[in-house]
């Protein structure tokens, strides 16, 4: 028997009602309505399923004003990492460019033999074609009027206009060379499938905080490797860490930083962040106990 969706939309006033009877406690209705007709109803909810002790009823004396607090957290959480991916995946695109281009020469990314798979280059090649048609950089346009061959500016050129996504699948299928081993080398990762993995969940983690989805308590399905030692700043505790947490993300991602701001400026705004909203849950982040103690966070 097929199931079908009846419910009609309701008012931001109902929807302040349904909020009421679920158990929130609302001290001021023109501002809770205020805030309704900025954030949407179910934007909203991600974040009231904290507070529930069972679906749709909240835990007594949850108040508005801490489902907010939890909010602005997590927004100004998503602006600190997608500030610092901003960071990565400039650093990745650079240095795979560079090292790439000189082993492999100036259109590397069109030689199939320089992958390990030839269906996946296909696919590749497909999205660099059409993110390349999408461009309006200047530099992609004079190229274009100056040249008729080849078909693709070369890889200074096309690579900077490629998302991080197919960015990252690119890497992930360039054949074993040293060239892909010194990108992960440039980065403190001794072992290039641990600069996979990362990529991997980059793209998934920049895609939540482009697209506004909730991260701070979030279950990452791509889940980053943690070695257990690496050569720079790292954590002693490596295989106790929830790999599927937020914590596990911001690990890697303060790693990396070292290799581009040698201040870690990251580490201090995150520290900043969670001083600045000291009721956070950080255990729903998948913080261990002592976390502050770790190399990496010292």
Sequence with gaps: MSRIYSNN????SRQLETLKNQGLIVRDDADALRYLRSVS???FACYLKYFEVSPKVLASDTRLDSVLLLYSFDNELKQLIYSAIQDIEIAIRT?????????????WFMNTSVFDDAEMFSANLGKLQSELSRSREEFISE???DYDSPSMPPAWKTMEVVS??????IY???KTTPAKKQVARDFG????TYLESWNRCLTVLRNCCAHHARVWNRRFTTKPILPTRLPLFWINNASRIKQHKLYAQLCYIAYMEQT???HCGFVNRLKSLLSRYPTIDLHAMGFPTGWESEPLWR
């Design 9 to 12: 939309a309701i008012d931001f």
């Design 41 to 43: 109803y179910f934007r």
């Design 95 to 107: 240095r795979v460019i560079h090292y790439v281009s000189l082993e492999q020469g100036t259109h």
């Design 143 to 145: 190229y274009y009027s």
């Design 164 to 169: 991080l996504g197919t960015l990252s699948k």
């Design 172 to 174: 992930e299928n360039l």
């Design 189 to 192: 990762l001794p072992q290039y």
């Design 260 to 262: 581009i701001d040698p």
